[in-house]
Every structure is written in structure tokens, then in C-alpha cells.
């Protein structure tokens, strides 16, 4: 089963992932998208999905949208470009971080079955869920291979310890 963290903007859901994987101590694969307030333009702040694990560089090629007066549009290329590269990762041991699973990438339908690809698998998932209700992120949520865990600003603490044991006994049950 895959750790499906949902919540609301700025509950802490990359937080909490981000403490998991540095307990957990496993290698990563996977992707991170991330608003890079600092570049911001005339077009808004852009924001770039990287490999998780590795260097964040921003290229066109990794450019999936832009958010301007709190409203998102998105770069559909860049989903489909990086849904097209993203392999399954060879390391038996490897965690997948899905950081973040949201709205923007529901245009992309090869972003969105590969998403639900990689839940069909075996190998561990962990990912934050925007709690917006679209058909593609009820789906997400709704997957019989993942539990939700609903994260608040009260409960955030407490579930760190939560999911990292729930992650740990799904990397024990690994063949």
C-alpha cells in the first residue's frame, strides 16, 4: 500500500514527507514540483516538477506552469515530457515520491495514467494529494492500493510518527 498525505495548501504535506524519507533513509525516485516564488516574472512565480533526489535545475523542458495572483495555469509539454522519461526506478529499495499530486497535471492524461501506474505497482509510494476535488484526484485518492492520511496543522506532528511506521512496515513487506 502507498502513503497518500492530503491536505490543504500550506498544511505542511512536503514537510512531512520530506522528514519520512530522510527517517526512512532509502534511495528516491520520483518528482517534486515546486513554485519558485524567486523567479518570478511578468507571467507569475513559474513552477518546475524535478527528479526527486536530485539537483533542482530549472530548463524549459521542466517548466509545467505558473501561478499569478494565486491562480495556476499549467505547461502541459512539461508533464508530458517528464511522464515520457520518468522510469520505474531499478532499486529494489527505493521509495517513489509523488510531491505534489494537484490540479494542474489533470490536463495531461499521460501524466495522469502514469500517476495511476505507478499506484497499480508494488514499490512504496509516497505523495502529497491536494484535497481539490477533480475526477483525477478523487481517483488518486480513492486508489485501493493507498491509504489516505488527512494532515491539518493540528495533526501534523502526530502523523509524522504515523506514516513513517505505516512506511516502514509497506518497505518490510517488499519481496
Do not use: W
Not at 524519507?21 to 528516491?28: E, R
Not at 533526489?53 to 523542458?61: D, I, L, V, W
Not at 510518527?161 to 518497505?171: A, G, Y
Amino acid at each position: 500500500m502507498h502513503a497518500l498525505i492530503v491536505g490543504a495548501n500550506g498544511t505542511g504535506k512536503t514537510t512531512l514527507i520530506r522528514r519520512v524519507l530522510q527517517a526512512l533513509q532509502k534511495p528516491v525516485a520520483g518528482f517534486e514540483t515546486v513554485k519558485e516564488d524567486a523567479l518570478a516574472d511578468a507571467q507569475g512565480s513559474p513552477i518546475y516538477i524535478y527528479e526527486a533526489g536530485k539537483p533542482h535545475r530549472q530548463t524549459p523542458e521542466n517548466l509545467v506552469g505558473y501561478c499569478r495572483d494565486r491562480k495556476a495555469s499549467a505547461v502541459l509539454e512539461g508533464f508530458d515530457r517528464f511522464a515520457r522519461q520518468f522510469s520505474e526506478p531499478t532499486d529494489a529499495d527505493c521509495v517513489i515520491e509523488m510531491d505534489e499530486i494537484g490540479f494542474l497535471e489533470t490536463r495531461s492524461q499521460l501524466f495522469c495514467d502514469r500517476i495511476l501506474t505507478l499506484l497499480d505497482g508494488s514499490r512504496p509510494v509516497l505523495a502529497a494529494v491536494r484535497d481539490k476535488d477533480t475526477p483525477f484526484l478523487r481517483s488518486v485518492r480513492a486508489h485501493p492500493n493507498a491509504r489516505c492520511f488527512y494532515i491539518t496543522p493540528e495533526n501534523r506532528e502526530a502523523l509524522f510518527r504515523e506514516v513513517l511506521d505505516f512506511m516502514r512496515s509497506q518497505l518490510e513487506d517488499l519481496p
